[in-house]
């Protein structure tokens, strides 16, 4: 009965895949992007999106959409597009190191990075942290370090602050932050650092930028 259980969804699923495939979907797509002024959906590869079932309810100028892509303008980059779900990633402004106070003890609770990438002016990322109650007040905060300025390098920190909250569960989570304007002008290639932490240990992934 148990593996009934488990069947039966992954049954439905697939009925209703196949049935959207046979309504004219040419595929699915996942992905993060930037809503312009106009509420305009835009991938960070710079394709349109135009969605037939009506304006999706966007909140902030980053949004993540799961749609099925129903007819491609390769002309003018543009997808028709049906939503299927909207998400909302974490979007805010990086801190500078030189502004916060008592630097050294704030939000080092584990969090750990699975997926980095820059695009549409900011830094993404994909993590998990581990959570004991979903109303506890979580705090994730990408912290520039602006005390150790290095040549064609930015250095960040990612920090966790998870308020004394119990780790009884996982959660995995979207964050995009602005950096466009910390970026050095001209040409050239530029190294982003990010310092994470992670089973007690401080870790860090790399970032090769093209100006």
């Known amino acids: 009965m148990k593996r009934l ?3 039966l969804p992954l049954l439905l699923c697939l009925l209703f895949l196949s049935c959207a495939k046979g309504d004219g ?3 699915r797509s996942t992905v993060m992007g930037t809503v312009d002024e106009a509420g305009t959906f835009y991938d960070d590869a710079g394709w349109a999106y135009d969605f037939v079932d009506g304006q ?31 998400y909302h990633p974490l979007y805010r402004e990086p801190l500078r190191r030189s502004e916060m106070a008592f630097w050294e003890q704030v939000g080092h ?15 993404n990322m994909s993590f998990q942290l581990s959570y004991g109650s979903a109303s506890a007040g979580h705090d994730i905060q ?8 290095r040549e064609n390098t930015l250095r960040f920190y990612l920090r966790h602050d998870a308020a004394g909250d119990t780790d009884e569960s996982t959660a995995n989570l979207d964050a995009s932050f602005p950096i466009s304007a910390l970026l050095p002008e001209g040409p050239g290639q530029l190294a982003v650092e ?3 932490e992670w089973g007690g240990l401080s870790r860090i992934s790399k970032l090769a930028l093209q100006r």
């Open 109 to 123: 609770d584990p969090i750990r990075l699975t997926a980095l990438w820059y695009g549409g002016g900011c830094l």
């Open 56 to 86: 999706p309810d966007f909140t902030q100028v980053r949004e993540i959409v799961c749609c099925d892509i129903l007819r491609v303008d390769e002309t003018a980059r543009r997808y028709e597009a049906m939503l299927r779900e909207l």
């Open 25 to 27: 979907v040419l595929f």
């Open 194 to 196: 990010l310092i994470w």
């Open 142 to 149: 990408l912290v520039w370090d602006d005390t150790d300025l």
């Open 5 to 7: 259980r488990h069947i």
